[in-house]
Nanobody, 115 residues
Framework: QVQLVESGGGLVQAGGSLRLSCAASRSIFSINVMGWYRQAPGKQRELVADISRTGTKNYGDSVQGRFTISRDIAKDTVYLQMNSLKPEDTAVYYC?????????WGQGTQVTVSS
């Protein structure tokens, strides 16, 4: 099992930046993949970015070149640096941990980008 706690969301103007954090209750090096997903009202949850245990990163097409996922293994924390934010990035952002046989989700953090 793992508990995930997201933080760092908020209100920002278009073109601005935010950094989200996801703190895990166990070593993230023991987790196959950790990722960030988002869900806007009326839309399906979508992948933003993820990072594997080996450090391989993967990004959604809409955030490629603007967002960066990283991790601090010593702090058991995964980050999402979001730059050049657009109104269409507005959503609840969720942290996800993939463990054998089950996926765990955080409670989510709201990101609102004003135009």
């Amino acid at each position: 099992q793992v508990q995930l706690v997201e933080s760092g969301g908020g209100l920002v103007q278009a073109g601005g930046s935010l950094r989200l954090s996801c703190a895990a209750s166990r070593s993230i090096f023991s987790i196959n993949v950790m990722g960030w997903y988002r869900q806007a009202p009326g839309k399906q949850r979508e992948l933003v970015a993820d990072i594997s245990r080996t450090g391989t990163k993967n990004y959604g097409d809409s955030v490629q070149g603007r967002f960066t996922i990283s991790r601090d293994i010593a702090k058991d924390t995964v980050y999402l640096q979001m730059n050049s934010l657009k109104p269409e990035d507005t959503a609840v952002y969720y942290c996800k941990a993939d463990l054998p046989g089950y996926n765990y989700w955080g409670q989510g953090t709201q990101v609102t980008v004003s135009s």
